[in-house]
Each structure stands twice: as structure tokens, then as C-alpha cells.
């Protein structure tokens, strides 16, 4: 992928501020952190499911779903945080407890 430059970064950032909606359904939301809009973004090392700002230090969820293989990221309101794995749950369902389907 192309580095982003700082605009569209920037645009990106105020963008998803205001409405997080749809987080996970932007490539280039990967490596912009919005917390500080920073887009210094590596992956975490030991947990292959999230990653790191470099800037900012903040963490956060984005990986594929094990059940359908869409984007699931922490950031997004679609997709909620499961108590019982601690990790996200997809927008299909699917989440880190095995054979589990959360209602929507
Ligand atoms: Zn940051
Ligand atoms: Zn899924
Ligand atoms: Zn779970």
C-alpha cells in the first residue's frame, strides 16, 4: 500500500472522529491512529491481532474474522467487545469463543 500522505490522513482522521462507523471498512484506517492521527502504526508485537501507534502508544484490534474473513477493528462500533474472549466481535457474529453466535 502506498504511505498515506498527510491530507488524506488528516481528512481520514476528522472523518472517523466524528462517526466511527464503518472503521473497519477502510484500508487506509489501518495505519492512521485515532487517537493522535498519527499514521505511525505498527503491528503489536506478541498479538498478532492488534496494533500499535508508535507515536501515541495506543493499541487496538484488526484483524480478519476466523468465520467470514472480514475486517474486524476495535475502533469500530460494529464491532463490540466480547467479556467472555476478550476480543472483538465480528459484524457476522463471530468472535474468539468457539461455536459462539452473539445475537444482533
Ligand atoms: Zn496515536
Ligand atoms: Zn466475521
Ligand atoms: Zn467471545
Do not use: W
Not at 489501518?30 to 508508535?54: F, W
Request: hydrophobic letters at 25%; aromatic letters at 6%.
Amino acid at each position: 500500500m502506498e504511505p498515506l500522505d498527510r491530507e488524506t490522513a488528516k481528512k481520514l482522521y476528522d472523518r472517523y472522529r466524528k462517526k466511527r462507523d464503518g472503521i473497519r471498512n477502510n484500508v487506509e484506517m489501518a495505519s492512521i491512529c485515532l487517537i493522535c492521527g498519527s499514521i505511525h502504526i505498527i503491528p503489536k508485537e506478541g498479538d498478532a491481532r492488534k496494533l500499535v501507534c508508535r507515536n501515541c502508544g495506543f493499541a487496538f484490534f484488526r484483524y480478519e474474522c476466523l468465520s467470514c474473513g472480514k475486517v474486524v477493528d476495535g475502533r469500530d462500533p460494529r464491532n463490540p467487545d466480547c467479556r467472555e474472549c476478550g476480543l472483538r466481535v465480528c459484524t457476522c457474529g463471530a468472535c474468539g469463543c468457539p461455536d459462539k453466535q452473539h445475537g444482533n
